[in-house]
């Protein structure tokens, strides 16, 4: 019997991994294919944002996801298991035709595929077929520079040298095509011999990450001889933590946008990876975000199912993390009356106010009327801290609560007002 190819893909946080597993259980390739999902962090994402997708592939796939810790520390010796639970499923009738590989952000390669040399059992059922780095062409050079601890590896390195194809992703945040060329250049200095695939969105051919036969034991042990060693150690930098939340209960889109904003401008350089899955209030759909650094993307998918529980569930990795001050964060986004009146608190000014507002033809006087103010149609994502009746007698709205947008009126003194 053929021995089962193993993909392995890997790469830095933020690469794309997820979003270009997600193409190939789409893709009508017609293969059974047993996805190995690992998450550095408290709590699971990616398998929310896979489950769909697997669900729809060729009946009888399966999802596993490990937690608190990378395939290639803690929890390598479940990858193990899992394959030996794999073979058991082969043998039993229900053949697989290929396994996949999700490792963490934050994993080394080289002891993921050393699982499949070491052990016999595994060894006589499938086979590393190659080991797949998608690279963020925005932010690779950034990573690979990154100083890290003495004694700690630096991933994004490891990841490049270990690559037996290399998926050059998000091209189209890098439009010169010199800067493309000066990042490749980067990488062949790091890694030779992997065939570099351009790629925006994750969108390749499924041909070019399975069974792409490439992975070269001879050349891995050239390049570090010590490959087959299970006793070496694999040292992270302790400055990179995760923080999980899971809460019950709705999000106020617009308190969530608004400090998201700035702790990306604030705290971006130190945010490897935020993303999650929220429940919106006023919204039956789901809102899937994620974000690289500074740069940041969120949509509504899917509809909440009739009995699920509402949940927000999201994760922080990166450097240096404030856990507390996350986690309180957040919490003030909650769609509360709590967070509302703490919000209103901060405003300055109130119901009653005399204000005068720029309406892009001139200062008009008015009074504030409504505090929060969100209008049938208006994006869940904006909140105006202001609406406000004006003197003659028209409604608008403050979309911030700024000086350029509105300001505290001049007292009217024998002059007609402005």
């Excluded at 999650?276 to 899917?302: N, Q, S, W």
């Excluded at 904006?382 to 007292?411: E, H, M, N, S, W």
Aim: proline residues 3%; charged residues 30%.
């Amino acid at each position: 019997m053929a021995k089962v190819p193993v993909t392995v893909l890997t790469g830095f946080l933020g690469s794309g991994k997820t979003t270009l597993l997600n193409h190939i259980l789409t893709k009508q390739h017609g293969k059974r294919i047993a996805v190995i999902e690992n998450e550095f962090g408290e709590v699971g994402i990616d398998d929310a944002l896979l489950a769909n997708n697997i669900k729809n592939q060729v009946e009888g796939e399966e999802l596993f996801e490990m937690m608190n810790g990378c395939i290639c520390c803690t929890v390598r010796a479940d990858l193990a298991v899992v394959l030996k639970k794999l073979k058991k499923t082969h043998e039993s009738g229900k053949p697989i035709e290929a396994i996949v590989i999700e490792t963490t952000g934050m994993a080394d390669p080289a002891p993921v595929a050393q699982t499949f040399f070491v052990d016999d059992e595994i060894a006589s059922f499938c086979q590393l077929d190659g080991i797949v780095t998608l690279v963020d062409a925005k932010h690779i050079v950034q990573h690979l520079d990154e100083e890290k601890p003495e004694g700690a590896e630096n991933e994004s390195v490891e990841q490049v040298a270990f690559a037996d194809r290399l998926i050059l992703n998000k091209c189209d945040l890098v439009p010169k095509e010199e800067d493309l060329k000066a990042v490749e250049t980067r990488l062949r200095s790091i890694n030779k011999f992997a065939p570099i695939v351009r790629s925006t969105k994750s969108e390749v051919s499924p041909d070019q990450v399975l069974g792409i036969g490439a992975f070269d034991l001879k050349r891995t042990l050239e390049m570090d001889p010590e490959f087959l060693d299970t006793e070496g150690e694999h040292e992270h930098d302790n400055t990179v933590s995760s923080i999980g939340i899971n809460i019950e209960g709705d999000v106020d889109l617009g308190l969530f946008s608004g400090w998201l904003e700035v702790l990306l401008r604030d705290k971006g350089a130190d945010l490897f990876r935020i993303k999650g899955v929220l429940a919106v209030k006023g919204v039956p759909d789901k809102y899937v975000y994620h974000a690289v650094h500074m740069i940041y993307e969120g949509r509504f998918t899917e509809q909440w199912g009739q009995n699920e529980a509402r949940t927000c569930k999201l994760t922080f990795i990166g450097k240096n993390l404030d856990h507390d001050g996350l986690r309180s964060g957040f919490e003030d986004c909650l769609a509360n009356e709590a967070n509302y009146d703490k919000l209103k608190k901060s405003f300055r000014f109130t119901i009653g106010d005399a204000v005068e507002c720029n309406t892009g033809d001139g200062w008009v006087r008015g009074t504030v009327v409504d505090l929060l103010y969100r209008e049938e149609g208006m994006h869940p994502s904006f909140l105006a801290p202001y609406q406000v009746k004006l003197d003659d007698g028209g409604l608008i709205y403050c979309p911030a609560d700024q000086d350029t947008c509105v300001r505290r009126a001049v007292a009217v003194t024998g002059r007609k007002a402005l």
